[in-house]
Nanobody, 125 residues
Framework: QVQLVESGGGLVQAGGSLRLSCAAS????????MGWFRQAPGKEREFVAA????????YYTDSVKGRFTISGDNAKNTVYLQMSALKPEDTAVYYC??????????????????WGQGTQVTVSS
């Protein structure tokens, strides 16, 4: 079992920045990747960004490229999402996800084995 705890969400004005953190504990030695997904009211959960550890590769959805940066430390079982130039359409609950079963697919929520409880990000216009 892996437990994930997110922090760092909040309310920010458009154009502002937030940094999300996710700490993993438990059976983290088999980590393949960690990612961030988000879900806005009435919408499907969507991929935001992810890291594969070996080799270290980052992935982003097109709508956040150039604005969001994912980083992390596998040894410390942590992943971060630095969000800048936030837009009202970024408003959502952001979830940290952990992949322990190997898959070459990184952007699909179905490939992640463990999930955090989510943290709300609200961007006002």
């Amino acid at each position: 079992q892996v437990q994930l705890v997110e922090s760092g969400g909040g309310l920010v004005q458009a154009g502002g920045s937030l940094r999300l953190s996710c700490a993993a504990s438990g059976r983290t030695f088999s980590s393949i990747a960690m990612g961030w997904f988000r879900q806005a009211p009435g919408k499907e959960r969507e991929f935001v960004a992810a890291i594969r550890w070996n080799p270290y590769i980052t992935y982003y959805t097109d709508s956040v490229k150039g604005r969001f940066t994912i980083s992390g430390d596998n040894a410390k079982n942590t992943v971060y999402l630095q969000m800048s130039a936030l837009k009202p359409e970024d408003t959502a609950v952001y979830y940290c996800a952990h992949m322990t079963t190997y898959s070459t697919i990184t952007r699909s929520a179905a490939k992640y084995n463990y999930w955090g409880q989510g943290t709300q990000v609200t961007v006002s216009s």
